[in-house]
C-alpha cells in the first residue's frame, strides 16, 4: 500500500545546491550531456562507468595518480580491474585537513570523553607508523585489533594504511574464541586490544581474554589505556606492551604515506559467521576509498567540518564506512558502549551537545527508542540534524513514521542496505528525492542494482532476488585463503553466471524506491511461496504486547511451515487471545499466507554482535542440528531456548 504523500520533499535549495546537484551539473558540463533527471543521471553512471568513476576521483579531489584507464574487462565481474594503472594511499586521503579543528570528538558512555583535533590525531598516526616499521611490519602485513569505537583505534587504522599494513578489527566484546576463529584466520603480526572497556555504566574486564588470544595467536600484543589498567595488563600478557611505551621512542614529524595501487589490500572484514568459520573479505584501499567518497559525499551530502555520528562498534563495517567521513573533512562523533545508558537519551544528548548534521543507527534502535517512549522532538534541540540514516535491518513503515512523529518532522531519513560484502550500499538515500514510508529511496550511482525472479529475469511488481549485473570498485578483491577464488564465486556468483547475487529478498516500488523483504537464504516457503520475513517483522513489532520477533520455516508434513517466535514486553504472558490477535494483525497487515502455524514465547532471541537476530541459527537448532559458531553471537545462551520445543512438535 503506498500512501498518498511523501514523508519529505527536499527543498529548492537541495535541489540547487547540494553536493549531488552540483555534481550532477559538473558532469553534464564536463562530457556535454544534459540530464534531465537523478534517473537518466543514473542510467548515465552505469553506462559509463568508467567516465563516472573518474568524474568522483576528480570531483571529490582524490589524493593520487589517477592514470589513463578507469576500467579494464569490465564486461566479466570476476576479473573487472578499476583504474589498474592508479597509485594511492588510502590514509594520506583521510588525513585531509591539518590544524586545532575537531577531527574527533568520543563519548565512553558517561564514563569518558575526549577531543581530538586534526594535527594530535597527525600525530599519532606518525609515531605508530614508525612503530610499525621498527616492529618489522610493511605492505601486506596483517594488524588485528580488538578495541572500542574510540580515537585510538581509528589512529592505528590510519598508520598501517600509511605503511600499506592490512587492517582487521573486532569489538572487545567478542569471546576468546570468536576472536580466534577471525584473526586466527590471516595470521597478523600485531595484536591491539584496550585494557577494558564499560558496558551500562559496568566495566568490563578483558585481561585474561587478551593473554589467552595474544597466546595463541603466537604475536605480540600492545596495550591501549580505556578503562582499566594497561601497565597491568600488558605486565601479565605473554610479549605485550602499552600503546604509551609502543611509540615513546618516536617523535612525531611529517606522515610518510606508500603510493600503493588502487587494488591494494586494506581492510579484512569478516561474515557473521552464524553458520560455520566467518569468510575473510578482502577490500581495496581505491575501491573502498571511491565508493565512500561517492555515499558520503553526494547521497549524503556530507560538507567539511559538519558532524558525522554512527552508532557503532569495530566489529561492524559502518565503523570503516564512519571512518571515511574524514576524506570529506568532516569531524566524527564517536560512542562506545550502551545506547541505553544511563538512559535511552544519552544519544540524543549527544547529538544536541554537539550538533550532529547526520545520525546513523540500526532499525533497532529506532524501534527500542519508539517502544521506550521517548520523543526526542520535544526534548532535544535537534536543528541541526539534516539526515537520520538506518541499516542493519529493514526499517519498519512504523519506524519511518515515527522518526518523523517523534524524532524530527523535517528531518532527511534514509533506510540504507549493502553490508560487509561491500563495505558499501547497494541501496541508499538521495537527496534529490523524497522519502517515501518504507522505502529505501533508490540505487547508489554507478551500482547496476536490479531484481530478478528465479529464471534471471528483471522483476517489476513482485519480489525477487537482489541483484547488481555489472562490476564495481567495492567489490572484494578476494577471500583470504581461497587460493583458487572457489569461495568468493560460490558466496556471489553461482546463482546467476556474471552477476553479482546479494543475498536479500527485495522489490522494486512504484516511486523507483526499494524494499528489503529479508535475506534470501531466511524466507520463508509455505506451499512454495517465497515469503521475507521482514514482512511478518513489521506487523507484529508494532504490537505494544511484542518487544521482539524471530520467524523460521520449520519442515513439516512434506511442507514448510511458518513459526513465529516471541519475546514479550514485561509482564506480559502467551494468551490465546493474544495469539489471536497477532494473527489477526498478521492477516490484516500482510496476508493470509504470512499467518504463523505455530507462534511460541521465548525469553530472549539470539542475535550477532552488531545486533541482527540470527534466524538461520534458530532453525537449525529446532532442527536438531548444530549451530557451528555460537562465537559470533551476542548472547549465545539464548539458542538454548529453542531447544526441542514441545510446541514444535506437533
Request: net charge negative; with cysteine.
Amino acid at each position: 500500500m503506498i500512501d498518498e504523500a511523501p514523508l519529505w520533499v527536499p527543498s529548492d535549495q537541495i535541489l540547487k545546491d547540494s553536493p549531488m546537484a552540483k555534481f550532477i551539473a559538473w558532469c553534464g558540463e564536463r562530457h556535454g550531456v544534459n540530464f534531465t533527471d537523478y534517473d537518466a543521471f543514473h542510467t548515465w553512471s552505469v553506462e559509463r562507468r568508467d567516465d563516472f568513476w573518474t568524474a568522483i576521483w576528480d570531483f571529490c579531489g582524490v589524493k593520487g595518480a589517477r592514470g589513463e584507464r578507469a576500467l579494464i574487462d569490465g564486461d566479466v565481474m570476476l576479473k573487472a580491474r578499476f583504474f589498474p594503472d592508479a597509485e594511492l594511499n588510502f590514509a594520506e586521503n583521510l588525513l585531509s585537513r591539518t590544524g586545532a579543528g575537531d577531527a574527533l570528538i568520543f563519548r565512553g558512555e558517561d564514563k569518558a570523553s575526549d577531543r581530538w583535533s586534526w594535527d594530535r590525531l597527525t600525530a599519532l598516526v606518525s609515531r605508530l607508523q614508525q612503530a610499525y616499521r621498527a616492529a618489522g611490519i610493511g605492505k601486506g602485513d596483517r594488524i588485528a585489533a580488538m578495541m572500542p569505537n574510540m580515537p585510538e583505534t581509528i589512529a592505528a587504522m590510519l598508520a598501517a594504511a600509511s605503511i600499506g599494513a592490512v587492517w582487521s578489527s573486532c569489538s572487545p566484546d567478542f569471546g576468546e574464541q570468536g576472536v580466534l576463529d577471525r584473526f586466527g584466520q590471516i595470521a597478523p603480526k600485531l595484536f591491539i586490544a584496550c585494557d577494558g572497556y564499560w558496558y551500562a555504566g559496568k566495566l568490563q574486564d578483558v585481561s585474561a581474554k587478551i593473554a589467552a588470544v595474544t597466546a595463541r595467536l603466537g604475536v605480540p600484543s600492545v596495550i591501549v589505556a580505556y578503562a582499566g589498567d594497561a601497565a597491568a595488563v600488558a605486565a601479565a600478557t605473554p610479549d605485550a606492551t602499552t600503546l604509551e611505551d609502543f611509540v615513546a621512542p618516536f617523535e612525531a614529524r611529517p606522515v610518510e604515506y606508500v603510493a600503493l595501487p588502487f587494488s591494494h589490500p586494506l581492510y579484512i572484514l569478516f561474515s557473521s559467521g552464524t553458520t560455520g568459520v566467518p569468510k575473510c573479505i578482502v577490500h581495496s584501499a581505491g575501491g573502498t576509498l571511491l565508493q565512500h567518497l561517492k555515499e558520503h559525499r553526494l547521497h549524503c551530502g556530507l560538507t567539511e567540518g559538519e558532524r558525522l555520528f554512527y552508532f557503532t562498534t569495530c566489529g561492524w563495517m559502518m565503523w570503516n564506512w564512519l571512518v571515511s567521513g574524514l576524506a570529506i573533512g568532516a569531524t566524527l562523533c564517536l560512542f562506545d558502549g550502551s545506547p541505553f545508558h544511563p538512559d535511552g537519551n544519552v544519544l540524543f544528548d549527544y547529538a544536541a551537545d554537539e550538533k550532529f548534521a547526520i545520525f546513523g543507527t540500526s532499525a533497532k534502535y529506532i524501534d527500542a527508542v519508539r517502544k521506550g517512549g521517548f520523543t526526542p522532538r520535544t526534548t532535544h534541540d535537534l536543528s541541526s540534524l539534516r539526515l537520520m540514516t538506518s541499516t542493519g535491518s529493514p526499517l519498519s513503515p512504523e519506524g519511518f513514521s515515527f522518526v518523523y512523529e517523534g524524532i524530527k518532522p523535517d528531518v532527511q531519513l534514509a533506510s540504507i542496505s549493502g553490508g560487509t560484502d561491500i563495505v558499501s550500499c547497494f541501496v541508499l538515500g538521495n537527496p534529490l528525492k523524497p522519502v517515501w514510508r518504507g522505502e529505501i529511496q533508490g540505487p547508489g550511482l554507478g551500482l547496476a542494482v536490479d531484481v530478478w525472479n528465479d529464471e534471471g529475469q528483471p522483476v517489476r511488481g513482485e519480489k525477487g532476488e537482489l541483484v547488481c549485473t555489472r562490476a564495481f570498485p567495492s567489490m572484494p578483491i578476494m577471500f583470504w585463503n581461497d587460493p583458487d577464488g572457489a569461495k568468493y564465486r560460490a558466496a556471489y556468483f553461482e546463482r546467476f553466471d556474471n552477476v553479482w547475487c546479494h543475498g536479500d529478498f527485495a522489490e522494486w516500488t512504484p516511486h523507483g524506491g526499494i524494499v528489503i523483504h529479508g535475506r534470501s537464504d531466511a524466507t520463508l516457503n509455505p506451499g512454495g511461496v517465497r515469503i521475507g520475513t521482514a514482512e511478518i517483522y513489521n506487523q507484529v513489532e508494532q504490537m505494544e504486547e511484542v518487544a521482539e520477533a524471530l520467524c523460521i520455516g520449520q519442515d513439516w508434513d512434506d511442507d514448510v511451515r511458518v513459526v513465529l517466535f516471541v519475546r514479550l514486553a514485561p509482564g506480559v504472558t502467551l494468551t490465546d487471545d493474544l495469539v489471536k490477535a497477532i494473527k489477526t494483525r498478521i492477516r490484516t497487515g500482510a496476508s493470509p499466507r504470512h499467518v504463523p502455524a505455530k507462534i511460541v514465547a521465548v525469553a530472549d532471541i539470539p542475535r550477532t554482535k552488531s545486533g541482527k537476530i540470527v534466524e538461520l541459527a534458530v532453525r537449525e537448532v529446532v532442527h536438531g542440528r548444530q549451530v557451528k559458531n555460537k562465537e559470533a553471537l551476542a548472547n549465545p545462551e539464548a539458542l538454548h531456548l529453542f531447544e526441542g520445543l514441545a510446541e514444535l512438535g506437533r
